[in-house]
Nanobody
Framework: QVQLVESGGGLVQAGDSLRLSCAASGRTISSYAMAWFRQTPGKEREFVARISRSGGSTYYADSVKGRFTISRDNAKNTVYLQMNSLKSADTAVYYC????????????????????WGQGTQVTVSS
C-alpha cells in the first residue's frame, strides 16, 4: 500500500505559475501510474493529468493541455504538477492518485481507476 501527501498549493494571481508535489511512502511509485485530479465544492472530482509508470506517456484534460505538465521522479518517489498561466477556473483542491493496474481500465481519466489518494492541497487563483 502506498501513502500519498500533496504539497505546494497556495494563493496566486491569474497568469502565475505553481508547482505541486506528491510525495509517496510505503511503496515505490514505479509500480503505479500516477494522476492528478481536482475538485471544487459541489462538483465531481475531475481528471487533470496522468503519467505512466516510466514517465514515458502523459495525458491531459483539454482544459489544462498546454498549460500544465505532469512529471515524476521515481528515484525520489515523487510526482509533480507544473501549472503555468493559471486561471481562476483552476481554483480547486488538487489530489494525487495512484493506479496499480498495468493498463488503464477506462482510459485513465476515471476516479474509480485509482486505488490510492492523497488528502489534497488547495490552489486558489485570484483574478
Amino acid at each position: 500500500q502506498v501513502q500519498l501527501v500533496e504539497s505546494g498549493g497556495g494563493l496566486v494571481q491569474a497568469g502565475d505559475s505553481l508547482r505541486l508535489s506528491c510525495a509517496a511512502s510505503g511503496r515505490t511509485i514505479s509500480s503505479y501510474a500516477m494522476a492528478w485530479f481536482r475538485q471544487t465544492p459541489g462538483k465531481e472530482r475531475e481528471f487533470v493529468a496522468r503519467i505512466s509508470r516510466s514517465g514515458g506517456s502523459t495525458y491531459y484534460a483539454d482544459s489544462v493541455k498546454g498549460r500544465f505538465t505532469i512529471s515524476r521522479d521515481n528515484a525520489k518517489n515523487t510526482v509533480y504538477l507544473q501549472m503555468n498561466s493559471l486561471k481562476s477556473a483552476d481554483t480547486a483542491v488538487y489530489y494525487c492518485a495512484a493506479d496499480p493496474n498495468l493498463y488503464a481500465r477506462y482510459g485513465g481519466t476515471q476516479r474509480a481507476e485509482y486505488d490510492y489518494w492523497g488528502q489534497g492541497t488547495q490552489v486558489t487563483v485570484s483574478s
